[in-house]
């Protein structure tokens, strides 16, 4: 048998964008006060965790619980270890996850719920710091903490002011607001994020170098200055990628001669039949360093409008080529 929650009205779009409206501005509200109220206890708890040599231990219930697990997942991914802990859980053995060297980052808007002041004696038995984000400044977890970050809101976006709404909006902003104080502070870089997220976008990005997509060896078409052309195309034809590299005898790129080559000299009415590669190349190829991040090298093909750059070591002689169809499969663009 289903439980009525009330007599649905006929649905009313007006009506819809109304609340959505209304809902931004009092959560948009709340979140400009809050940047209004925030003082040295927010520096504190900053350094508080800074230097603690565990992790921050994140707790709380209900929807404060799902603020806690996400804030815990974003000062993780952003250099702060940490971890959340279910306080109805902690009071059945989880506890044990709290070690002295940590410090509790407490949830609750009210300050005042069951499951978590039930075990704040035990934290402060531990001798472990207690941080708590809360609306209830006067509340039990307020008393019990070393620092209290106010998260108060003045009433929900909910029209019944009573589904937490507004509250945790506030919460998980003041999340964000620590993880980027510490993220700050511990000089964390785009590096390092890439290295906690090496399955994103952002990781491909930062940690595919140029040697990992690289086409080496005898797959790379290459031909001496002096090689007819005939034999530049039959270079550029069996290895597939548009382009061939036109190299010293000491291996060194001296140019490039590319399908779009072809096609401008083929429009201009160029007869190359008894030409040498020398004569039709692009002088000076664009190169780069088998350890340069690919993603440098797409930035190059976007910059020139070029489809290939030629990878040399430190000696400019030749040792691959990136082609953009290589940085497309890596998931590099």
Known sequence: MSVSAGVQRPFDPAQALRLARETFG????????????????????????????????VM????????????????????????FVHPAEASHGDLGMVTPGDVVLALSNSGEVGELTTILPVIKRLGVPLIAMTGGLDSTLARHADIVLDCGVEREAC???????????????????????????????PEDFARSHPGGALGRKLLTLVEDVMRSGEQVPRVPPEAAFGTLMREMSAKGLGAAAIVDAQGRPVGIFTDGDLRRRIEAGADLRSASAAQVMHPGPRSIAADALAADAAEMMETHGITSVLVVDAAGVLTGIVHIGDLMRAKVI
């Not at 009092?26 to 800074?50: H, K, W």
């Not at 974003?74 to 250099?79: D, P, V």
């Open 26 to 57: 009092t959560e948009a509200a709340a979140l400009q006060a809050l940047g209004q109220r925030v003082d040295g206890r927010f520096a504190q708890a900053v350094q508080r965790m800074l230097q603690v040599p565990g992790r921050v231990v």
């Open 60 to 83: 709380g219930m209900g929807k404060s619980g799902h603020v806690g697990r996400k804030i815990a997942a974003t000062l993780a991914s952003t250099g702060t270890p940490a971890f």
């Open 159 to 189: 029209p019944h002011n009573l589904a937490p709404t507004t509250s945790t909006t506030a919460q998980m902003a003041m999340g964000d607001a620590l993880a980027v104080a510490l993220l700050d502070a511990r000089g964390f870089r």
